[in-house]
């Protein structure tokens, strides 16, 4: 009989020093005992992808993108021959291969690239001969045999991606919290951790910077119905599932977006400014029009792409961040949120609705205050079911 397989993915934390890649190892082979094959995903040990596009940077504000490819995909590579050498060491076979060996192809979008295909036949041979297979994360090859990476958190994608096309019974995402929580823990400590959360509301909590999950790993898991769980590496927890049923509440979530910065240009430039972003892959979180100034949010980190292009016609820098909730009655929060934020002197920079979240757009400061505030509000307590029963 066939054995089932898993596919485990450990973040850059859960490998970030010998002892911890021991600490994995330890989790792959009872995995592996318990009767599983097992294929498993690494990140660079944590700090190394930073470092290395530190170094790149020293270079050029800009770098080439496709040899920001071969530099950022190094950073997994030491990661899965040191976790195979481990396995070795403790007796279990262990094979690595960088994306390129496993035959995951993606597009050519160098840097954020998206998994077009993936051959498993390598994959295949290497589990019938009963190792353990390790794949770097976050990279794959283009059509002309380039590396190319996935963007920031991209492992959880290839492993998803990986999952799916291996027809996994379960694709564990190991990090260093033992969940997904309402919020990021780390920010709100009332935040509570839900033992399952429906695809709609982990997407938009991806979407707008819960990184605990990358974006493009959820919709994968929910399009191709791969069974998807967040666990801790650091204990033995059953973690959360991500999975169909829908969170009654009005609101699920709360998700916080660093490092975004707002840029002013002239009204008329708007427009055009948009275009280029679209074209260089620079993600817009918002525009803000105005009768004779307009902006747009873009992350921190391309904003040297745009400069290149825009010096001349940046008017002003703004540092921002984006506290973004997110439930099926979130767009109707507006004005309770700024009653409540502007008791605690935190102003509303700007906002944008869609059919399931509230983006408030605040300054670097505020964030981490507004966050507890509106979790305790709308999650912590009903505070806001009570209110809309009265008005109803
Ligand atoms: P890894 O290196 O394992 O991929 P990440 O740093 O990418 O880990 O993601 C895990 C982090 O995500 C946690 O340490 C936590 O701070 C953050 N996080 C943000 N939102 C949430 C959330 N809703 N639930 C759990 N963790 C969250
Ligand atoms: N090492 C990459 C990053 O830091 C990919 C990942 O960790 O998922 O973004
Ligand atoms: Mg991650």
């Known amino acids: 009989m066939k054995k089932p397989l898993i596919v485990q993915k450990f973040g850059g934390t859960s490998v970030g020093s010998i002892d911890r890649i021991e600490a994995v190892a330890k989790h792959i082979i009872k995995a592996k005992n318990d009767g599983n094959q097992v294929v498993v995903v690494v990140s660079?040990?944590?700090?190394?992808?930073?470092?290395?596009?530190?170094?790149?940077?020293?270079?050029?504000?800009?770098?080439?993108?496709?040899?920001?490819d071969v530099l950022l995909s190094a950073g997994e590579q030491v990661s899965m021959a040191l976790l195979a050498m481990t396995l070795g060491k403790l007796g279990y076979p262990a094979r690595s291969l960088t994306g390129g060996q496993a035959n995951i192809v993606t597009n050519n979008q160098h840097n954020d690239a998206t998994i077009t295909h993936i051959d498993t036949s390598v994959i295949d041979d290497l589990l019938a001969q009963d190792l353990i297979v390790i794949v770097a994360g976050f990279q794959g090859v283009n059509e002309n045999g380039d590396i190319t990476t996935l963007g920031r958190g991209g492992s959880d994608t290839t492993a998803v991606t990986l999952a799916g096309a291996l027809s996994a019974d379960e694709c564990q995402i190991f990090t260093d919290v033992d969940g997904i929580y309402t919020c990021d823990p780390r920010v709100v400590a009332s935040?509570?951790?839900?033992?399952?959360?429906?695809?709609?509301?982990?997407?938009?909590?991806?979407?707008?910077?819960?990184?605990?999950?990358?974006?493009?790993?959820?919709?994968?898991?929910?399009?191709?119905?791969?069974?998807?769980?967040?666990?801790?590496?650091?204990?033995?927890g059953p973690g959360s599932l991500v999975k169909g049923e829908v969170c009654p509440r009005p609101v699920c979530g709360l998700a916080i977006q660093r490092a975004l910065i707002s840029v002013r240009f002239e009204q008329t430039y708007i427009s055009s400014v948009v275009q280029q972003c679209q074209m260089l892959g620079i993600q817009v979180w918002s525009t803000i029009p105005g009768d004779q100034f307009g902006s747009v949010i873009i992350s921190e980190a391309q904003y040297a792409k745009l400069n290149l292009l825009f010096k001349d016609k940046i008017i002003h820098i703004e540092s921002s961040t984006a506290l973004t909730l997110v439930g099926h009655q979130a767009k109707e929060l507006i004005s309770m949120s700024n009653e409540l934020l502007a008791r605690h002197m935190i102003k509303i920079a700007h906002f944008d609705v869609n059919d399931r979240s509230l983006m408030l757009f605040l300054s670097a400061e505020s964030i981490d205050k507004a966050a507890n505030l509106l979790h305790d509000s709308y999650i912590a307590t009903n505070q806001f079911l009570e209110i809309h029963q009265k008005r109803a």
């Open 44 to 68: 660079a040990m944590s700090g190394e992808t930073n470092r290395l596009m530190g170094l790149a940077h020293q270079i050029d504000n800009v770098p080439p993108a496709r040899e920001l």
């Open 191 to 236: 935040a509570q951790k839900l033992a399952s959360i429906d695809f709609p509301t982990m997407e938009e909590m991806a979407r707008k910077g819960a990184k605990v999950l990358h974006l493009p790993s959820v919709q994968y898991a929910w399009n191709n119905n791969v069974p998807l769980r967040v666990l801790s590496t650091f204990d033995n």
